[in-house]
């Protein structure tokens, strides 16, 4: 992370202008409703209002602004090659529109806000291929021969589609294999990265970064490798925790440093049963610099054990990146408890920033898959290839009922959760708006009542199914970190407490500017909106700061970065 060494002078008129905080919370409660019994499908039920006091429920769920967690980056599916072949190749442009509008639009659709996309062949797509593959016996360590001609047919339009309906989209970067002369058994199936080539890998990083980029698409995040420990009989690649972290540490992170390119290195990709090997990659002292957290899928263990991995590094960010349904679960209300308990609660609830699905649309026939790929998993969305219809699976309605909801910045926020009673996960928007997703996994109705301050609503959720239930709040005051009314000298503590770091995920609203660092746009932030709102009754002598008090914080970072480095 480099530090950004410029502090902006602030005028005397800046530093006293209030900012507008944001009208009283309305009384409308926006509810939408999914039951297992696919009787309601994201539907919208009637408003709800808040009533004075707790409610007279023995089922309480407390929704409670003042404790943050982490901000959320997103939720969604991977666009793979086989997703994005069938949504260009086998639906009209009328069908093709209406498709993608449903999946990314945050105002007439479901607003997905981040994508997972490989680069290259995944075992979802309809061949083998890198970036730069070569013949038997030829090697390329120079990447002179890289090109993105491939992606340019069909994914990177829809992806630019995807990006036009939803600025806001995030997307990470997964390669499921190196090309084939980098590797130790010369093939896209299995195999490991030779050491020679780690640097020439590197390369290959940068330049598909800025390849893509240059279509105007950026990533936010990137992963090493999907599923490292995984040797497969489709593209794959394994990679011990000393081969990513040596790579991370002495080429990829220094080639993207180097390059200019902020995307962020996330380590693991894999299975929640060995949260262990991103520890390893974390405790390298030359990896650690440069990996921002790690990533997870549900194949194996339990949502809890990110958490185990958080308790290692508190300071570091987690993603749940993939798990998919099949023709092995087939039980609408059955799946839509196990997502929605598992992904979508379970995942943020343990520090996930986002929650992602597999393919974002598979065929009739759950493809097109490589030999050897899985031939029974199920897509967000089924395409049908003769007709152009669209089948909406369990997991899209797992996913709408967060996507459609949950902006990307919003912070989650504490709120009870009773397992196999109601359970639940809640955020705050970046607009004040509120967000509660509750989940009833039990075979009978339950009522609760969902207590904010001095207020409440109840609710009767039916069996096996899950509600989200949305509300304005006031805007957050902007430089308001501790959420006390007033930008003071206790959110400039907070700013300077955790100065040149990333963002304590304990208190996420300490980064003002959204950018996962504290750093100068968060003390600026801070400095421009200072003395707005309604000071307490102990603040309310102090004297409003001039430019003097900002040239004597700017020396006091200065103190801390030479402490620091």
């Not at 309809?126 to 993105?148: A, R, V």
């Not at 750093?519 to 707005?532: F, K, P, R, S, T």
């Amino acid at each position: 992370m480099k530090f950004r060494y410029t502090l902006a002078i602030l005028s005397t008129a800046a530093l006293n202008a209030p900012l507008a905080s944001g009208a009283e919370a309305e009384a409308a409660i926006g509810v939408y409703l999914t039951r297992g019994n696919q009787s309601k499908l994201l539907s919208a039920e009637s408003d709800l209002s808040f009533v004075s006091g707790p409610g007279s429920n023995a089922t309480k769920i407390n929704f409670d602004t003042a404790g943050t967690y982490q901000t959320m980056s997103g939720f969604g599916a991977a666009m793979t090659d086989s997703s994005a072949w069938l949504i260009q190749n086998e639906l009209n442009p009328t069908q093709r529109d209406a498709l993608m509008q449903q999946l990314f639009s945050p105002t007439d659709g479901i607003g997905i806000s981040y994508l997972r996309v490989p680069m290259g062949a995944s075992d979802f797509a309809l061949s083998p291929y890198t970036y730069n593959d070569l013949p038997n016996g030829q090697t390329d360590p120079g990447q002179t021969n890289f090109s993105i001609a491939h992606d340019q047919a069909y994914i990177i339009p829809i992806l630019q589609q995807a990006k036009a309906l939803n600025p806001q989209l995030g997307m990470m970067a997964t390669p499921w294999s190196a090309p084939a002369w980098m590797k130790n058994n010369n093939s896209l199936v299995n195999g490991s990265l030779q050491s020679q080539y780690y640097a020439s890998y590197a390369d290959y990083f940068v330049k598909f970064f800025n390849a893509y980029e240059a279509q105007g698409l950026t990533f936010d995040t990137l992963t090493v490798q999907n599923e490292p420990q995984n040797a497969t009989n489709h593209p794959s690649m394994t990679m011990s925790t000393f081969q990513q972290s040596t790579f991370i540490g002495d080429h990829l992170g220094p080639a993207l440093v180097s390059a200019g390119i902020d995307t962020k290195i996330v380590a693991f990709d894999h299975n929640w049963d060995n949260w262990n090997y991103p520890v390893i990659v974390m405790n390298d002292p030359e990896a650690g610099q440069y990996t921002t957290g790690a990533a997870f899928h549900a194949y194996a263990g339990t949502v809890d054990q990110q958490s185990n991995f958080h308790d290692f590094f508190p300071d570091k960010d987690i993603y749940f990146t993939e798990i998919t349904g099949g023709d092995w679960a087939t039980n609408f209300s059955d799946n839509l408890v196990w997502n929605m308990r598992n992904i979508v609660i379970g995942s943020t609830r343990n520090w996930a920033k986002t929650a992602l699905f597999w393919n974002i649309a598979l065929d009739e026939n759950n493809g097109p898959y490589l030999p050897g790929g899985c031939s029974t998993c199920r897509g967000v969305v089924t395409i049908d290839t003769n007709t152009g219809g669209i089948d909406y699976s369990e997991e899209y309605y797992s996913i709408a009922h967060a996507s459609k909801f949950v902006q990307p910045g919003a912070v989650r926020i504490e709120t009870d959760s009773i397992s196999d009673v109601i359970e639940t996960v809640g955020f705050l928007n970046p607009d004040g708006s509120r967000v509660l997703i509750a989940l009833n996994p039990s075979n009978f109705s339950r009522r609760f009542d969902v207590v904010e301050g001095e207020e409440s609503f109840s609710y009767q959720l039916s069996a096996k199914s899950v509600a989200t239930f949305v509300w304005p709040g006031e805007v957050p005051l902007e430089g308001d970190l501790d959420g006390d009314g007033f930008v003071g000298i206790a959110d400039l503590n907070l700013v300077l407490g955790a100065w040149n770091q990333n963002v304590p995920p304990g208190n996420a609203l300490a980064d003002p500017s959204g950018d996962g660092f504290v750093g100068i746009e968060d003390l600026n932030i801070v400095l421009g909106n200072w003395n707005a709102g309604t000071p307490p009754a102990t603040y309310a002598d102090i004297p409003e700061p001039g430019a003097a008090v900002v040239l004597g914080v700017g020396a006091v970072i200065i103190g801390l970065r030479r402490r620091r480095y």
